[in-house]
């Protein structure tokens, strides 16, 4: 036989050994198949499968017998060997279909914010720098002077800020030199300050003048000299004393009680301070504040609070003392008089402190503004004046007050179905204030008053003419007020 042939044979068994055991698997899978198909029927199939195809796997069937070439003889094939049961699984069920998902709503945008108010663009203004005033020529003279006339004079203290600074305005006018000049009455001021309209007059009257060998002060320098000498009389007469006066009420301010601080008047505690603070700055810097009309205006507004806290508290004493003189003409004074008097006296002393601060306060105030060349305008009542009146008047009034609670406090009586302890403590309290020395209380208040009415302008008008003598040495100035000065 040949090797074909051979092969041919190996086919043939092989195709039937592949058909006997598929034909097995299959038999086994339709007896196992059938329990299960019925006990399925019996169960009541699901909503979502019922309707469900099953795909069932085709059979696999042999190679048709035309397909096979003749073959030899048949040889026996050895048995199948059987193979055990595998278990079967159920053929896959195809998933239900997802549920259908409903469109997704878009978001509501949230509501656009309500548009801002319209407002105006602020405009953008650069402000150009203030011009200089301008610079006047010819406006004082100066003369030449004696080494006696400047023995003879008033010196003034200047700081070596201040003659440093002087000496270099002047500077144009020569050195190691020793001058003289001539103020009108109320020149001073004006000139301090600058005013414009003051120094042209003073150039236009001094283009009358006759040619001859002088040196002239242009209106920058005259007003640096003026303000100067003004600075060092102000400072010798006024300001130091100012400065103290006003640290001494601050003192007074703070030594008072919580009891007392609320008895005061509020704005009394406000005037004080912007007095301490016009007095430091008009003393650190005089020049600068003599030419700003604005601190000027704040320094007589002050003088104008002052004269309204002195007003309210003049009123409230008056009233407390009313009070006690109704109480001292009663026609009993017993225990409950003795003790109604006592309560009352202690506020009245209570009252008359703050007084006396706010007359000082009043008489500080008058001072700073003859300093800054403001003094009230003469009217018919002078405030200063009337207040060391108004003060006064309430010293005799407590005096006649205290005789009148004497007298009573020596016959009261008190109840004798109470015990006396209380009623001897509070005559022992009334005794002790019925003496104090109220003059003396009062003496501070009446002095600052008394000497701010007598106060003189430092430029005061319709005085005689002065003359001003300036030294120049060695790169610095010093300066005196002559004593007489009758115009050269």
Known sequence: ???????????????????????????????????????????????????????????????????????????????????????????????????????????????????????????????????????????????????????????????????????????????????????????TIAIGRAHPAFMRSLAAASAQVPPGPRRWLDSSAAAALAATALAGLANERYLEALGDEARELKTQLAALSPKLAALADNRLKTLVQDLSRFAREARDNYPSALGKAAFRERVVEAGERALEVWRALLE???????????????????????????????????LERCQEIAARSLAAAHVLRIVMGEPPVPGAVDPVASAAAALQAGVDQDLDLALSLSDGEKAARGDPYVGKGEFEANRAALRKL???????????????????????????????????????????????????????
């Open 1 to 187: 036989m040949t090797t074909t042939a051979w092969l041919w044979v190996g086919l043939v068994l092989l195709g039937l050994v592949v058909g006997g055991w598929l034909a097995t698997r299959r038999k086994r899978g339709g007896d196992s198949a059938a329990p299960r198909e019925a006990s399925a029927a019996s169960e009541p199939a699901p909503a979502a499968l019922a309707d469900v195809p099953v795909a069932r796997p085709a059979p696999i069937t042999a190679p048709p017998a035309s397909i096979v070439p003749a073959a030899p003889p048949v040889v026996a094939a050895p048995s199948p060997v059987a193979t055990p049961p595998t278990a079967v699984l159920p053929p896959p069920v195809a998933p239900p279909p997802p549920a259908p998902v409903p469109p997704r709503a878009a978001p509501v945008p949230p509501p656009a914010p309500p548009p801002p108010p319209e407002e105006p663009v602020p405009v953008t203004v650069i402000m150009a720098p203030r011009p200089p005033a301008p610079v006047i020529e010819h406006v004082i003279a100066l003369e030449p002077a004696s080494q006696a006339d400047w023995n003879s004079a008033l010196p003034l203290p200047l700081s070596v800020a201040q003659a440093a600074s002087l000496a270099a305005s002047l500077a144009a006018a020569g050195r190691d030199a020793l001058y003289g000049i001539v103020f009108e009455a109320g020149a």
């Open 316 to 350: 409230r004493v008056d009233a407390m003392r009313q009070q006690l003189a109704q109480l001292a003409r009663g026609q009993r004074f017993g225990e409950l008089q003795v003790e109604r008097a006592l309560a009352q006296l202690r506020e009245l002393g209570d």
């Open 434 to 488: 019925i003496g104090r020395p109220v003059a003396e209380r009062a003496a501070p208040a009446l002095e600052r008053l008394e000497a701010a009415r007598t106060a003189e302008a430092l430029d005061p008008a319709g005085a005689p003419p002065r003359r001003l003598l300036v030294r120049l040495a060695g790169g610095a100035c010093a300066i005196r007020w002559a004593v007489d000065a009758p115009r050269a």
